[in-house]
């Protein structure tokens, strides 16, 4: 028995990336988190520490985590010194955020051993993510071998775009060998956006027609038709798209071409500039939203090209949704930049009017970590800003599946 009363049915969620290992103790009913934390620089020789926060008290601990095994342990020595006895306390799931589903996964899966082995032949299609997705299922099971492990996968909402939306106009047949097409990625935080609007708007999914802006370091949007989605910015990987903290988005393919030929750089060079090195870092070398508004307001010329080529690219999509979708009914903000930075909503729907989007202006500047409205009463079209919460989500969806009443 554990010393702290936890009711039975909460949720370890745990999002492991290379070197780190995301987690939260959370009840899918009511959403209150008990624990939550993050272990880095696992298997790095010096740095490696938990920032972890239970019931309240938060720690710092520098601890060596030579790999994500111990990085569990220690997890599980800290939750127990909380007075919180994982293996007691009647966890209904551990849910994993794994990357990639490819195309044979479209919903919650519990797993076993030829799940594992599923997920790990989809690894040539994201090499940097599910092999690291993979090893916090195999630490985690091998500390919680008897509490069910689902595993989320990121591209699951987008498995059944139309498939103009998800077809690349590639060779097909080469497409077909190597898998290649647009999966969407995000697609956790657009359903739960996605559902959580229209409650707010008190309609059923099924009759809302929305864009959800996934605005945070990394960034997409997506358009959904009653509650399905039509289209999405990641494409094949989760470079596609918007203008992020550090990845390009949208880019001329030929662009590679002309670095590896004209600037003899290797693939895994390209890999890195366009995934770490550019976006708004790349531009005027901050990714830190906050910091490029602040060199906005002051002027600045690199930030203000930076800002005017993010907003260009959001507004892009944003009028391609419209039109995809034919009636809009909400579009929603949510994630760091869209929950926050109420220039980035201004200035993304600025001048709209004529299609019945109106922002008003002391509503986009109140600050509150609720849904709202912040269109005026007089706009066709509701404009939101929905929290997401991507560990509430894959709890929710974890506990449902081994109830028997998920999807
Ligand atoms: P996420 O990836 O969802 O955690 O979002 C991270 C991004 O949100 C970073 O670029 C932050 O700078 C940005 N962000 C967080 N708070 C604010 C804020 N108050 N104003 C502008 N951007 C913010």
New binding site residues.
């Given amino acids: 028995m554990s010393a702290v009363e936890i009711p039975p049915g909460a949720v370890l969620v745990v999002n492991a990336g290379s070197s780190s290992l995301k987690y939260q103790l959370v009840d899918p009913e009511t959403g209150q988190v008990y624990a939550d934390g993050l272990a880095e620089r696992i298997g790095e020789p010096t740095g490696a520490r938990i920032r972890h926060e239970a019931l309240g008290r938060s720690r710092d601990l520098e601890v060596p985590l030579p790999d994500h095994q111990a990085a569990i342990e220690q997890v599980a020595e800290l939750l127990h010194s909380d007075g919180i006895a994982l293996s007691e306390i009647g966890l209904a799931a551990v849910g994993h955020r794994v990357v990639h589903g490819g195309r044979r996964f479209h919903a919650p899966t519990v797993i076993d051993d030829q799940i594992r082995s599923e997920i790990e032949r989809l690894s040539p299609l994201a090499p940097l993510h599910n092999p690291p997705n993979l090893v916090g299922i195999e630490a985690v099971s091998a500390l919680l071998p008897d509490v069910p492990a689902v595993a989320i996968f990121d591209t699951a909402f987008f498995h059944d775009l139309p498939e103009e939306a998800s077809t690349y106009a590639l060779d097909a047949a080469t497409a077909e060998k190597y898998a290649i097409r647009r999966y969407g990625f995000h697609g956790t935080s657009h359903q739960y956006v996605a559902e959580h609007a229209a409650r707010f708007l008190g309609r059923p999914a099924s009759e809302v027609n929305q864009i959800v802006l996934?605005?945070?370091?990394?960034a997409s949007i997506s358009a959904v038709r009653g509650g399905t989605p039509i289209d999405t910015s990641m494409g094949m990987t989760p470079l596609e798209g918007l203008v992020m903290?550090t990845r390009t988005g949208d880019i001329d393919p030929g662009i590679a071409f002309q670095l590896a030929r004209v600037g003899n750089m290797s693939i895994d060079e390209i890999d890195e500039l366009y995934n770490k090195q550019s976006g708004?870092k790349g531009l005027c070398g901050d990714?830190?939203?906050?910091?490029?508004?602040e060199r906005v307001d002051a002027g600045d010329p690199a930030a203000t090209l930076a800002y005017r080529v993010y907003l260009h690219r959001l507004r892009h999509y944003i009028g391609a949704y419209m039109i995809e979708l034919g009636r809009v009914d909400a579009i929603v903000f949510t994630?760091?930049?869209?929950?926050?930075?109420a220039a980035?909503r201004a200035d993304s729907l600025a001048d709209l009017q004529m299609y019945g989007i109106e922002i008003d202006p002391v509503r986009n500047a109140e600050r509150s970590d609720e849904a709202r409205r912040i269109s005026t009463d007089a706009g066709e079209v509701a404009v939101l800003v929905v929290p997401?919460n991507e560990e509430l989500a894959i709890a929710r969806q974890s506990a449902a599946v081994v109830a028997g009443t998920g999807t």
């Fill in positions: 996934h605005l945070g370091n990394g903290g708004l990714n830190d939203f906050r910091a490029v508004l994630a760091g930049v869209g929950e926050n930075a980035v997401t």
